[in-house]
């Protein structure tokens, strides 16, 4: 492998070879580099030792149960004001139906997420959890980002700890990874100035850590972060992981520029994409898993990049708002049959999972 490589990678290939960890140098040589068959061939030997030729998928529904938010962050075009054309919030009877419509399709997770409204009491996320959890017990929530947990703890009165305890009593599962933006604050002071900061972020994931929750980590790149940025918010995460072993998996987040006050910056490429995968799978090495998430980068290269370090290609979403008022022209939803097609062809072995990583189904050819 090495003798493929350029001058500058020989020496990070002799690191992944020999299972040590990379440095912040090494993270940005990585991205610096433009050999990008050579960067993916470390990343997939990298998922080969942890997770073999399996890749995973889960039978899920998205459940964006409100677009109304009291911030104002320039790479959203999902937020809206309460007064604005198109804002809206789902009545718990809606978001009851939204889950309904997968009854008997043996779906496996609702994952809800929404804005950070500036009304909404506490009592109508937990009423929302009770009553989910009521009419489907044995399927796992997994809900409200790190923002949206400060938030909620915020109009309620209550600590992290707090808040976390009572809607875990209430059926929270676990956290999706959203909202961790990129931690640098000289990047989030102009894109999304209002938004809890990233020291915050990291405080509420360590405290659901803490409770014996697990939850995902994301990072939006692609708009106004260098490639050092990038590789410090790796390191952040790295770090609490050592820490708190809490984190599932890592889902890098292409920025989608229309509709947004950044709409004069550009899509990220199938390139950038794909090299951002795979340095978060060389980088990250305590974390099990990587996921690409195929609303964002589109199913050509999400395909391509369980070849470069990815072993989670996310699941049958049904119904997704927030990248697509981003000008994301993907579909909104996926069956089984497609993922597994998908998989098949990148010559892995598809299996559904469960929130937790749990196997389901090994679908063997």
Not at 286 to 305: E, P, R, S, Y
Request: charged share 25%; aromatic share 8%.
């Amino acid at each position: 492998m090495t003798t493929v490589l350029q001058t500058d990678l020989t020496k990070i290939a002799a690191k992944v070879e020999a299972g040590e960890r990379l440095s912040f140098d090494d993270g940005l040589a990585l991205f610096e580099s433009d050999d990008i068959f050579a960067i993916g061939r470390l990343a997939a030997l990298a998922n080969q030792r942890k997770n073999g030729d399996r890749v995973y998928f889960i039978h899920n529904r998205h459940i964006n149960y409100s677009n109304v938010c009291k911030n104002t962050c320039k790479f959203c075009a999902f937020s809206k004001k309460e007064e604005d054309t198109g804002a809206y919030t789902m009545t718990i009877d809606e978001i009851m139906d939204k889950a309904r419509e997968m009854k008997g399709s043996d779906f496996s997770e609702l994952h809800i997420v929404g804005g950070l409204h500036p009304t909404l009491p506490f009592e109508y996320y937990t009423e929302m959890l009770r009553s989910l959890k009521a009419e489907f017990p044995e399927v796992h929530i997994q809900a409200f980002t790190a923002v949206e947990i400060a938030h909620l703890a915020e109009v309620s009165g209550r600590s992290y700890r707090e808040a976390l305890e009572e809607l875990v009593a209430c059926g929270l599962g676990s956290l999706p990874g959203g909202g961790a933006e990129v931690f640098a604050p000289e990047v989030r002071d102009v894109v999304c100035p209002e938004k809890l900061p990233g020291n915050k972020w990291l405080e509420v994931m360590r405290t659901a850590h803490s409770l014996g929750l697990k939850s995902n980590a994301t990072m939006l790149y692609g708009h106004l972060e260098s490639k050092a940025d990038r590789v410090r918010h790796m390191i952040h995460l790295r770090d609490m992981q050592d820490e708190t072993g809490g984190f599932q998996t890592f889902i890098p987040l292409a920025f989608h520029p229309k509709n947004t006050q950044l709409s004069d910056l550009h899509f990220t490429t199938g390139l950038d994409d794909l090299k951002t995968l795979a340095i978060a799978r060389l980088m990250l090495d305590n974390f099990d898993h990587i996921k690409v998430f195929w609303i964002m980068t589109g199913l050509k290269v999400a395909q391509l990049a369980l070849l470069f370090g990815v072993d989670d290609i996310d699941g049958t979403v049904v119904e997704e708002k927030i990248t697509h008022a981003a000008g994301a022209e993907t579909s909104e939803c996926l069956t089984i049959d497609e993922l597994v097609r998908l998989i098949r062809e990148a010559g892995k072995t598809p299996v559904e999972r469960d929130t937790l990583y749990n196997v389901r189904k090994v679908y063997v050819s």
